[in-house]
């Protein structure tokens, strides 16, 4: 919406939409290398610390891009510098969910984790609605208001954000898990050597496992826009408006079904969601291609809030009893860092280029979400289950 015009100017529509999606892939080719650097602090001298950390890498990058000159300001450096924000957002992201996702499932009770575990999911949820509804509410001004100043309020506005965030987290206690860990002298020197060595193939399936929510839900939340704006000529905000909608029921259905996985287990809960958006996929891509606005609602909000969001809303509490505390954050990260770089990032610019492939049509895209999500039900299904319930039983 913005970027394509603000900082890649000078080159095609379609080549800027690509540079766009490109500097958005760099931020997760980065998060890796923050996830692994800050994950081994995080086993080594504690989870809270360095989820403080993360939080303020995060938001100083986010602020620095509202402040940003543009490129016909200052030429190359322009993006240049947008680049740089974006590998200081992916070093803090790299191990910001995962931290909180090990906190989180280390400080519940074992037939409570999938519901405390979701609840992080949740809240990044709660940080897309008021993300989306900011552009929503600066995409309302006139088209030279809003690619001349208002795109930068909601970046600058994310300053409150982490002011909270802070407070919330330096007043959190360590987690009993870590510190038994600690105090027993249980710890590795290379936790995430450690987690690879000792688990191989759980590793590369976990990896796996993650794939359909990485590629579906950011080639919904990535390229959708520009899908819905140059294939189908709509206006940006009803990706926008989608995306709010599924989001905030999103609140919602993460935590049922984390408290759901409780019941019956993870891999169900996961292998439905998985098989889930396979089926889902083409009909997906037919109710947008409607043009009509509540259709486009109604498929992101059942492929986005009901099937993807029951596989995320398990992994981090089915990734974290995978692994045991001495190394669980280091090779909690690796795996959703490793299934960032390979899946995430490169799905809004795979997605272009499927799109462009087809003629304009997103019948290859829909292929490959449908690939992904079998691919994920596969590997779930090759793992063990975790949930206390279900291993006693």
Same mark, same amino acid.
């Given at each position: 919406?913005?970027?394509?015009?603000?900082?890649?100017?000078?080159?095609?529509?379609?080549?800027?939409?690509?540079?766009?999606?490109?500097?958005?892939?760099?931020?997760?080719?980065?998060?890796?290398?923050?996830?692994?650097?800050?994950?081994?602090?995080?086993?080594?001298?504690?989870?809270?610390?360095?989820?403080?950390?993360?939080?303020?890498?995060?938001?100083?990058?986010?602020?620095?891009?509202?402040?940003?000159?543009?490129?016909?300001?200052?030429?190359?450096?322009?993006?240049?510098?947008?680049?740089?924000?974006?590998?200081?957002?992916?070093?803090?992201?790299?191990?910001?969910?995962?931290?909180?996702?090990?906190?989180?499932?280390?400080?519940?009770?074992?037939?409570?984790?999938?519901?405390?575990? !979701?609840?992080?999911?949740?809240?990044?949820?709660?940080?897309?609605?008021?993300?989306?509804?900011?552009?929503?509410?600066?995409?309302?001004?006139?088209?030279?208001?809003?690619?001349?100043?208002?795109?930068?309020?909601?970046?600058?506005?994310?300053?409150?954000?982490?002011?909270?965030?802070?407070?919330?987290?330096?007043?959190?206690?360590?987690?009993?898990?870590?510190?038994?860990?600690?105090?027993?002298?249980?710890?590795?020197?290379?936790?995430?050597?450690?987690?690879?060595?000792?688990?191989?193939?759980?590793?590369?399936?976990?990896?796996?496992?993650?794939?359909?929510?990485?590629?579906? !839900?950011?080639?919904?939340?990535?390229?959708?826009?520009?899908?819905?704006?140059?294939?189908?000529?709509?206006?940006?905000?009803?990706?926008?408006?989608?995306?709010?909608?599924?989001?905030?029921?999103?609140?919602?259905?993460?935590?049922?079904?984390?408290?759901?996985?409780?019941?019956?287990?993870?891999?169900?809960?996961?292998?439905?969601?998985?098989?889930?958006?396979?089926?889902?996929?083409?009909?997906?891509?037919?109710?947008?291609?409607?043009?009509?606005?509540?259709?486009?609602?109604?498929?992101?909000?059942?492929?986005?809030?009901?099937?993807?969001?029951?596989?995320?809303?398990?992994?981090?509490?089915?990734?974290?009893? !995978?692994?045991?505390?001495?190394?669980?954050?280091?090779?909690?990260?690796?795996?959703?860092?490793?299934?960032?770089?390979?899946?995430?990032?490169? !799905?809004?610019?795979?997605?272009?280029?499927?799109?462009?492939?087809?003629?304009?049509?997103?019948?290859?895209?829909?292929?490959?979400?449908?690939?992904?999500?079998?691919?994920?039900?596969?590997?779930?299904?090759?793992?063990?289950?975790?949930?206390?319930?279900?291993?006693?039983?």
């Amino acid at each position: 919406m913005v970027f394509n015009k603000v900082f890649f100017p000078n080159v095609s529509p379609f080549a800027a939409t690509l540079a766009s999606f490109a500097t958005f892939g760099l931020g997760f080719a980065v998060r890796p290398i923050g996830g692994l650097v800050l994950a081994h602090l995080g086993d080594r001298i504690g989870r809270r610390p360095v989820l403080i950390l993360t939080v303020v890498l995060m938001g100083a990058g986010t602020l620095a891009i509202g402040f940003l000159p543009t490129y016909h300001q200052i030429g190359i450096w322009a993006p240049v510098l947008l680049v740089l924000c974006r590998m200081m957002q992916g070093f803090g992201v790299g191990a910001e969910l995962g931290g909180a996702y090990v906190m989180s499932t280390e400080a519940a009770k074992a037939e409570k984790r999938g519901f405390y575990g !979701s609840l992080p999911g949740a809240g990044e949820f709660i940080g897309v609605v008021i993300a989306s509804g900011a552009v929503a509410a600066v995409s309302t001004l006139p088209e030279d208001d809003f690619l001349g100043w208002g795109w930068r309020i909601p970046f600058l506005a994310s300053a409150l954000v982490v002011i909270i965030a802070l407070v919330i987290r330096n007043a959190a206690p360590e987690t009993e898990q870590f510190e038994a860990t600690r105090d027993s002298g249980k710890r590795e020197k290379l936790p995430v050597l450690a987690a690879i060595k000792s688990r191989p193939k759980a590793i590369a399936l976990l990896i796996g496992s993650g794939c359909a929510t990485a590629i579906a !839900s950011y080639a919904i939340q990535g390229y959708l826009p520009s899908y819905l704006t140059n294939q189908l000529g709509l206006s940006s905000g009803t990706s926008v408006l989608g995306i709010t909608i599924a989001s905030a029921i999103s609140i919602l259905t993460i935590p049922l079904a984390g408290a759901l996985s409780d019941r019956v287990g993870r891999k169900p809960v996961m292998i439905g969601g998985a098989v889930a958006i396979t089926l889902f996929a083409y009909p997906f891509f037919w109710l947008v291609d409607t043009r009509e606005p509540w259709l486009i609602y109604l498929a992101i909000t059942v492929a986005f809030a009901l099937m993807l969001n029951s596989i995320f809303a398990v992994t981090g509490t089915f990734y974290a009893e !995978s692994l045991p505390t001495e190394v669980r954050y280091s090779g909690l990260v690796f795996v959703r860092e490793i299934n960032g770089v390979i899946f995430a990032g490169t !799905s809004p610019f795979v997605a272009t280029l499927l799109v462009d492939a087809g003629g304009d049509r997103p019948w290859y895209l829909a292929g490959y979400m449908a690939t992904a999500g079998l691919a994920s039900a596969l590997c779930v299904w090759r793992l063990p289950e975790t949930a206390p319930a279900r291993t006693k039983g």
